[in-house]
């Protein structure tokens, strides 16, 4: 079976040998959901050319796009390691092909090869970040993204300099954030609990 998810190409070989007969091809359709918080997590999804969209789903209800899957990665990796419950709406938003696995059989590999867990985590307050690529993170024009930074940077919560955002203040920073943060914060929390 040939892979365009970057992700079951890049498994070490023994890896993906002992996965590749749980592996099923399948199609899902624009706007089809996959998992809504709470749901538990049985299945994980790689992307081949279908476009998944996680959504964080706020206390009144109203939901924020917190991640786009591509073929670059897959869902929800981290829900079905941790053996819990989705804690975001998940969806098709363009609708292909991708690749599911029971997550049953991904956490036992997992822990029999450490190379399914790594976690590359940078720990730096420095984070090398393009007012463009912001911008495209937050889904605004980046004449927006740029009056934003300067508002973070006058507030001394940002140190801002070419394509490079250091983090002064960060309780300010959090607080200047709206609900989404925080709510996506304690998903992550529970999940390492």
């Known amino acids: 079976m040939a892979f365009r998810n ?3 190409r890049a498994l070490a070989a023994a890896d993906r040998q002992a996965i590749l007969p749980y592996l099923v091809e399948v199609s899902l359709e624009r706007g089809q959901t996959l998992f809504e918080p709470g749901d538990p997590v049985e ?17 009144d209800g109203r939901t924020l796009e917190s991640s786009t899957i591509g073929h670059e990665s897959a869902t929800p990796q981290l829900w079905a390691l941790s053996d819990g419950h989705g804690r975001a709406r998940t969806f098709a938003q363009i609708g292909g ?15 029999k090869s450490p190379a399914l867990m790594t976690q590359d985590r ?6 090398p970040l393009t007012q463009e690529y912001m911008s495209v993170m937050t889904g605004v024009q980046r004449t ?12 001394g919560f940002i140190r801002y300099s070419r394509g490079n955002v250091e983090i002064l203040n960060r309780p300010g920073l959090e607080a ?14 529970d999940l390492q609990a």
Do not use: H, K, W
């Not at 092909?97 to 822990?111: F, M, V």
């Not at 200047?176 to 929390?189: G, K, L, N, P, V």
């Open 97 to 111: 092909a991708a690749i599911r696995i029971s997550a049953s059989i991904l956490r036992a590999r997992a822990t």
């Open 6 to 8: 970057y992700l079951l």
């Open 176 to 189: 200047f954030a709206c609900e989404c943060y925080q709510t996506i914060r304690s998903e992550f929390d």
């Open 43 to 59: 299945q994980v999804f790689f992307p081949s050319n279908a476009v998944l969209s996680i959504a964080t789903v706020m206390r």
């Open 122 to 127: 940078t720990g730096n307050r420095s984070l």
């Open 144 to 155: 927006t993204m740029s009056a934003v930074a300067n508002q973070l940077r006058e507030a």
